[in-house]
């Protein structure tokens, strides 16, 4: 059996991982790296995490995911000093600890795909445009220059929920509930600084503000020491702007950020910007997986659960195990 999956992050990344031993299977990553938000962005002397921060971990199956990688050091826990911000005063602050650990990747959050994804079948910088049903055997796949990428059985896509309906064709069982699933955007703004800011936190939830993250990203495990943060604007702003010059969105995050941690972030040696335009996702009502067996297509990703790292994991290992016990997707 031949699987084509869309998508290379951690719902694409573990199913592959749970099925490659029943099938031949293909990832295509329409991006030059793996784990979709679990992203790692360089320049000069500074790193920014700019898309997940951290991640905890509630379920057992998740847990027991994540403890050969920790004795690896591929993850480790981040004891940020944590504060709560309101507006621009603190309500509250405490140190994450063993209690109630966070983990990051280590050097990055893309380590821990890049170390999943070893083995895997993945070509990267390839976006597939359109899946052509072939009567004679089953899915052709092609990118956005036209080129057939191979004939599949089964296609699964990971995408974000509005994007694997656009793949995926109008008759897929669950392509309506694709469309209905909203996914919201956020901004990333990475600011790199000569000198350490002298901050009484390493992470700091923000409320009543048009920001709603900041984190010091030299401070978690292992990192270069140039003194980074990343900001993370709201969902509710990013969705008014994201149309917007990216100069006019940094101007104006730069500001809020300034007025909220007391520093003039306008010092800042480098400035950079990313837009995800579908970051998250609220909590999901519980329902069944999308597959459909009679056209051999499938969907999924963290927006089936809720738009966490866990999430993400879950939902490929939920589809994993499906097809797994499910002889008709032979």
């Given at each position: ?9 951690i719902?694409?990344?573990?199913i592959?991982?749970n ?5 031949n ?19 000069g002397?500074?790193?920014?995490d700019?898309?997940a ?7 057992k ?6 403890e050969p990688?920790i004795?690896?050091?591929i ?6 000093r ?17 209690e ?5 990747g280590v ?8 170390y999943?994804s070893?083995?895997?079948n ?7 445009s ?7 055997y089953?899915?052709?796949l092609f990118d956005?220059?036209l080129?057939?990428l191979g004939e599949?059985?089964?296609?699964i896509?990971t995408a ?5 309906a656009?793949?995926?064709p109008?008759?897929?069982?669950y ?14 703004l990475?600011l790199?600084?000569k000198?350490?800011?002298p ?5 700091a939830?923000?409320?009543d503000?048009?920001i709603s ?7 978690k ?13 709201t969902?509710a ?7 917007d010059?990216?100069q006019d ?5 730069t500001?809020e ?17 990313h837009?995800w335009?579908y ?7 519980k329902s ?8 051999k297509l499938?969907s ?15 939902a490929?290992?939920m ?7 499910n002889?008709?997707l032979k």
């Amino acid at each position: 059996m031949k699987i084509a999956i869309i998508g290379a992050g951690i719902s694409a990344i573990t199913i592959a991982q749970n099925l490659k031993d029943i099938a031949n299977i293909s990832l295509f990553e329409k991006s030059r790296g793996l784990g979709g938000r679990m992203a790692l962005r360089r320049s000069g002397p500074y790193e920014f995490d700019h898309g997940a921060q951290f991640f905890t971990a509630k379920t057992k199956s998740f847990k027991e995911f994540i403890e050969p990688l920790i004795r690896k050091n591929i993850i480790k826990r981040w004891d940020a000093r944590f504060a709560e911000f309101k507006k621009n005063k603190i309500l509250r602050s405490v140190t994450w600890d063993s209690e109630y650990p966070h983990y990051v990747g280590v050097p990055g959050m893309n380590s821990i795909p890049e170390y999943l994804s070893k083995g895997l079948n993945i070509k990267l910088n390839v976006k597939i445009s359109k899946i052509i049903k072939n009567t004679n055997y089953g899915w052709e796949l092609f990118d956005d220059n036209l080129n057939n990428l191979g004939e599949f059985d089964w296609v699964i896509s990971t995408a974000p929920a509005i994007q694997s309906a656009k793949i995926l064709p109008g008759y897929f069982k669950y392509h309506n509930e694709l469309m209905n699933k909203k996914m919201v955007g956020c901004f990333s703004l990475m600011l790199g600084f000569k000198k350490e800011l002298p901050l009484l936190w390493d992470a700091a939830l923000i409320s009543d503000a048009d920001i709603s993250w900041v984190s010091v990203n030299s401070s978690k495990p292992d990192r270069v020491k140039s003194f980074s943060m990343l900001v993370h604007s709201t969902n509710a702003w990013a969705e008014k702007h994201l149309s917007d010059e990216s100069q006019d969105v940094i101007s104006y995050l730069t500001k809020e950020t300034s007025e909220i941690i007391g520093y003039d972030t306008d010092q800042a040696d480098h400035v950079a910007l990313h837009a995800w335009k579908y970051a998250n996702i609220c909590k999901q009502p519980k329902s069944n997986l999308f597959i459909d067996y009679e056209n051999k297509l499938a969907s999924c990703g963290d927006w089936f659960i809720h738009g966490r790292i866990e999430s993400a994991f879950e939902a490929g290992l939920m589809m994993a195990k499906e097809i797994k016990k499910n002889n008709n997707l032979k």
